[in-house]
């Protein structure tokens, strides 16, 4: 079956602009999350969504947002890019959460000038 | 603050060698994760140990869950080239963290052939 999709795979954009990321997870899974990857903090959480409802969310100003398709797809949108924005955003699909585990896309790599 | 310490940050090794990545916490877990990272890709999923004490065998690897369900432990058998990569523990389901999938900053392993 297939995998996680993220597109793009690669994205450059400049300070104050916004942003829209892609996921679509493996055909059956509800629970999608989504995660920021940068070399100084590693992997930080931002929101898991299951069945279009916003489930859990982390740390991250309000700037982060999130949704949910009927058909489980996923978006998330930055806006108002800072250079600190700067990561790759990876996301994650299960059949019910993350208790058994996820499977990750190829991600998300974000760069602000 | 990592939520789950892993040691050591990094290990560079010869071909055939063995070794034992830790991971632990203070948080108690309902599961705890390993997934291995290629740069560029997302972490895929190793293994999944849910029960206190739980020792799994992948192969030359070997999972284990502490008894208090705070810890975890990977150990490699003669390690190859190909096992070179970023390993990340996660714990999922810890009060502390609103039931987040929560990750360990990685170990970076090379080995040498």
């Known amino acids: 079956k297939a995998g996680v999709t993220q597109t793009p795979r690669y994205l450059i954009k400049t300070r104050g602009q916004q942003v829209t990321l892609s996921c679509s997870p493996i055909?059956?899974?509800?629970?999608v999350s989504w995660y920021q990857q940068t070399p100084g903090q590693g992997l930080q959480f931002l929101f898991e969504y299951f069945s279009e409802t916003q489930r859990n969310k982390g740390n991250f100003p309000g700037r982060f947002s999130g949704r949910q398709f009927s058909n489980s797809r996923s978006e998330m949108n930055v806006s108002t890019l800072e250079l600190g924005d700067s990561a790759l955003y990876l996301c994650?699909?299960?059949?019910?959460?993350?208790?058994?585990?996820?499977?990750f896309g190829s991600g998300t790599r974000l760069t602000v000038v | 603050t990592q939520l789950l310490e892993q040691s050591p940050q990094f290990l560079s090794i010869q071909e055939g060698e063995n070794l034992t990545v830790y991971c632990n916490s203070s948080?108690?877990?309902?599961?705890l994760q390993w997934y291995r990272q290629e740069p560029g890709e997302g972490p895929v999923l190793l293994v999944t140990?849910?029960?206190?004490?739980e020792v799994k065998k992948l192969k030359r690897l070997t999972f284990q869950f502490g008894d208090a369900r705070k810890d975890s432990s990977l150990h490699i058998t003669a390690a190859q080239p190909g096992d070179t990569g970023l390993y990340l523990c996660a714990g999922e389901g810890a009060v502390e963290y609103g039931n987040k999938l929560v990750f360990g900053a990685g170990t970076i392993l090379r080995v040498k052939s």
């Open positions: 140990v849910v029960t206190g004490g």
């Open positions: 994650a699909s299960s059949l019910l959460g993350a208790h058994y585990g996820y499977t």
């Open positions: 948080s108690v877990f309902s599961s």
């Open positions: 055909s059956g899974h509800r629970s």
